[in-house]
């Protein structure tokens, strides 16, 4: 088993196992969705991973701060673009500069109180075919044995940028990748050719730690296949 480096750039953590790595994996891009962090951790020191590049705390200044905005006040996940300033984000694409993943999989939790938790992932290819193993509707019938719900419905009311609807959870972003002007790490990813594509799940920020935890091992699983 390739041993994990833990390396530091301009006050980012980021973990790296093997020469090769085709994974990227994020948490803690919004300071507030903090929850997932720990699991994410151990499941990785816990479980044989493909090479991979690790980012535990994308926007540490917001993880210490438990803010969506960072001690700029700034949304990282709206700084991913050209002609950025934002020292986090400018850091964060120094890491990953001149690497091809063939995957992003970026954790994120759902803030939003809908009654009872219910979670859904964003899956992004530069294709329009996603998911066409399987492997994430096995991960629904999986979670669901466990009792955790899909969001059928909007994934947010309140950002003018989302508004996207999911159905089973899943809520798919095929296209043709040019423009990176959202200031999403996602989009920055496909369109500069970082990560052909991303599953960004949305963890239940209501759910315990110890339900966060088995989310997290269960998405793993699947998306490590997908
Ligand atoms: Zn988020």
Redesign the pocket.
């Known amino acids: 088993m390739a041993e994990i480096i833990k390396k530091n750039h301009k006050g980012i953590e980021y973990w790296v196992k093997g020469t090769n790595p085709k994974l990227l994996i994020l948490s803690g ?2 300071g507030d ?1 903090y929850g997932v962090i720990e699991h994410i951790r151990e499941y990785i020191e816990n479980n044989e991973l493909p090479d991979f590049i690790y980012v535990p705390e994308v926007s540490p200044s917001a993880v210490h701060l438990k803010t ?1 905005k960072n001690i700029n006040g700034v949304d990282l ?1 709206r700084s991913f673009k050209k002609g950025v300033t934002e020292p986090e984000a400018i850091a964060n694409m120094e890491i990953v500069q001149g690497q091809h993943f063939d995957k992003c999989i970026t954790f ?2 759902d803030l939003e109180d809908r009654g009872v938790p219910q979670y859904y992932i964003y899956d992004c290819t530069t294709c329009s075919e996603n998911d066409n193993n399987g492997y994430l509707d096995q991960m629904r019938r999986d979670l669901l044995s466990k009792g955790y719900q899909a969001l059928n419905g909007i994934d947010d009311t309140e950002d003018p940028g989302l508004g996207h609807v999911a159905v089973d959870g899943y809520i798919s972003i095929p296209g043709d990748y040019t423009d990176d002007s959202h200031g999403t790490y996602e989009t920055w990813g496909i369109v500069n050719k970082v990560f052909k594509r991303y599953l960004n799940p ?1 963890v239940p920020s209501m759910l315990s730690p110890a339900q966060k935890k088995e989310m997290v091992n269960i998405m793993f699983k699947y998306f490590l296949q997908a």
Do not use: K
């Open positions: 891009t919004h969705e969506r996940n994120h939790e949305e």
